[in-house]
T-cell receptor
Framework: GAGVSQSPRYKVAKRGQDVALRCDPI?????LFWYQQALGQGPEFLTY????????KSGLPSDRFFAERPEGSVSTLKIQRTQQEDSAVYLC???????????FGDGTRLSIL | GESVGLHLPTLSVQEGDNSIINCAYS??????FIWYKQESGKGPQFIID?????DKRQGQRVTVLLNKTVKHLSLQIAATQPGDSAVYFC????????????FGQGTTLQVKP
């Protein structure tokens, strides 16, 4: 379909491993957002891209979290040296521009053992 | 049926009744608000949005009301159907010009057949 696509849908990793989560936004959408959603909570903002520029990374919880969008389309969220508290659903959203509705993917459920 | 959002996280209604889901937002500078529906295992799905220069907006079977004086947002669903069962989140854009959203806690809507 033409929606936001995220992969993998599920990821299990051992504590200390690095993981990479991928987001394919809706074609042509300038703005891309990453959110983290803990069980039973609303999504919490992590970072924002306008095209390839990362304009806001104020929500990244530590320097173990890194995101990129090198060509202004696909984005990758990388978590280094994963910890158990990193277990959550990671959601990606895109919009034509920042002040328009964001459309979400179905997320990657990350479990750290 | 009616909920107060953050204080009553579950709303149970009979099929065919109207539902009202409430949300108190935090930032008086917020000028854009969105309601999302999230089903289990899925990402948030856009329902309806409203900007601060309006106090009411209608969609198909849904109406959003905005009261800026008391910083209150509500979502009304007419003739609630079993397919409406989900968690509903309100979100505001805060004072950010990046478009990042701040989500409320969420209200679970249960529709009894």
């Amino acid at each position: 379909g033409a929606g936001v696509s995220q992969s993998p849908r599920y990821k299990v990793a051992k504590r200390g491993q690095d993981v990479a989560l991928r987001c394919d936004p809706i074609s042509g959408h300038v703005s891309l957002f990453w959110y983290q959603q803990a069980l039973g909570q609303g999504p919490e903002f992590l970072t924002y891209f306008q095209n390839e520029a990362q304009l806001d990374k104020s929500g990244l919880p530590s320097d173990r979290f890194f995101a990129e969008r090198p060509e202004g389309s696909v984005s990758t969220l990388k978590i280094q040296r994963t910890q158990q508290e990193d277990s959550a659903v990671y959601l990606c959203a895109s919009s034509p521009r920042g002040d328009q509705p964001q459309h979400f993917g179905d997320g990657t459920r990350l479990s750290i053992l | 049926g009616e909920s107060v959002g953050l204080h009553l996280p579950t709303l149970s209604v009979q099929e065919g009744d109207n539902s009202i889901i409430n949300c108190a937002y935090s930032n008086s500078a917020s000028d854009y608000f969105i309601w999302y529906k999230q089903e289990s295992g899925k990402g948030p799905q856009f329902i309806i949005d409203i900007r601060s220069n309006m106090d009411k907006r209608q969609g198909q079977r849904v109406t959003v009301l905005l009261n800026k004086t008391v910083k209150h947002l509500s979502l009304q669903i007419a003739a609630t159907q079993p397919g409406d069962s989900a968690v509903y989140f309100c979100a505001e854009n805060g004072s950010s010009n990046t478009g990042k959203l701040i989500f409320g806690q969420g209200t679970t809507l249960q529709v009894k057949p």
